[in-house]
């Protein structure tokens, strides 16, 4: 088992800067694939970073350039840096944490058995 805790959610205005941290805890060797989903209201869960064991990361193409994953082995914990945020960034934000090399996973929350609680993300113009 893997138990994920977010935080550094908050609210900005378009054009600012938060980071996002995930700590991770139990069975960590296990988790070769770490990610950030998000879910606006009344939209489907969607993928947006990820990073496996070997520090390689993805990203959904609208996060390309503004947002940056990175994850510290030695705490345990997961970033996601994200800067020149928009309104449609609203959401709330999800670590989770696969079994699978991203590769494999990919993009689908099926493939992600542990997940956090969430951080709300809200962006005004």
């Known amino acids: 088992q893997v138990q994920l805790v977010e935080s550094g959610g908050g609210s900005v205005q378009t054009g600012g800067s938060l980071r996002l941290s995930c700590a991770a805890s139990?069975?960590?060797?296990?988790?070769?694939?770490m990610g950030w989903f998000r879910q606006a209201p009344g939209k489907e869960r969607e993928g947006v970073a990820r990073?496996?064991?070997?520090?390689?990361?993805g990203y959904a193409d609208s996060m390309k350039g503004r947002f940056t994953i990175s994850r510290d082995k030695n705490k345990n914990t997961m970033y996601l840096q994200m800067n020149s945020l928009k309104p449609e960034d609203t959401a709330m934000y999800y670590c989770?944490?696969?079994?699978?090399?991203?590769?494999?996973?990919?993009?689908?929350?099926?493939?992600?058995?542990?997940w956090g609680q969430g951080t709300q993300v809200t962006v005004s113009s």
């Open positions: 139990g069975y960590t060797s296990s988790a070769y694939c």
């Open positions: 989770a944490a696969s079994r699978y090399y991203c590769y494999s996973a990919s993009w689908l929350p099926s493939n992600f058995p542990y």
């Open positions: 990073i496996d064991i070997a520090g390689t990361t």
